[in-house]
Nanobody
Framework: QVQLVESGGGSVQAGGSLRLSCAASTFSGNYCMAWFRQAPGKQREGVAS????????SYAASVKGRFTMSKDNAKKTVTLQMNSLKPEDTSMYYC????????????????????WGQGTQVTVSS
């Protein structure tokens, strides 16, 4: 079991940037780390994933080219750099982790993750 704590959310105008961080209690071994988001009245959707073993990433089409997920093994942290933010990016963002590897170009389903953070709110105004 790994505990996850997100930070870095906030309010920003369209076109702005935010950097989300997810601190893990452990990176003992490798994990598939992912960011999901959920807007009010909508289903939770995958945003990005990263395999800590090699840094392989995957992104949702809606964020590709604007968001970048990265890792810092020494700090047991993954980050989500979000640029060119749009009002439709407004959501609660959640960090998730699982032991099963994740691959490039394929976002894992949320049902496959057993470890979740509490979430951090991102609000983008037009």
């Amino acid at each position: 079991q790994v505990q996850l704590v997100e930070s870095g959310g906030g309010s920003v105008q369209a076109g702005g940037s935010l950097r989300l961080s997810c601190a893990a209690s452990t990176f003992s071994g490798n994990y598939c780390m992912a960011w999901f988001r959920q807007a009010p009245g909508k289903q939770r959707e995958g945003v990005a994933s990263l395999w800590t073993g090699g840094g392989v990433t995957s992104y949702a089409a809606s964020v590709k080219g604007r968001f970048t997920m990265s890792k810092d093994n020494a700090k047991k942290t993954v980050t989500l750099q979000m640029n060119s933010l749009k009002p439709e990016d407004t959501s609660m963002y959640y960090c998730a982790a699982r032991r099963q590897p994740c691959a490039a170009y394929f976002l894992p389903a949320q049902s496959t993750f057993g470890n979740w953070g509490q979430g951090t709110q991102v609000t983008v105004s037009s």
